[in-house]
């Protein structure tokens, strides 16, 4: 089984840290945007691991993705990227 998520490295140092641990199992050794559940049963896959924030708006921008409207309300209101988020 595997667990897909969007956790990006950019979005903070303990992000990062967590991310890139030497003493994490890895779903293999060529793949550091993975781990693995100690006992094997299941790995988390983290694809956006090494994206940063202009990459995820590039992805919207050429896909047309649809995504939430309050990040453009952030955005007139002056809000730094780096202070945009959304739960």
Do not use: H
């Not at 793949?31 to 691991?49: D, H, I, Q, R, V």
């Not at 990040?71 to 739960?87: I, K, S």
């Amino acid at each position: 089984m595997a667990i897909l998520t969007g956790v990006r490295a950019d979005e903070s140092l303990n992000r990062f840290m967590g991310l890139v641990s030497q003493r994490k199992l890895r779903y293999a050794d060529d793949k550091p945007w993975t781990t693995a559940s100690p006992e094997g049963f299941y790995y988390t896959m983290y694809p956006l691991y090494d994206w940063k924030a202009r990459d995820i708006w590039i992805y919207n921008a050429r896909t047309c993705a649809i995504y939430n409207p309050l990040y453009d309300l952030m955005y007139r209101a002056g809000v730094p990227l780096r202070n945009m988020r959304v739960w």
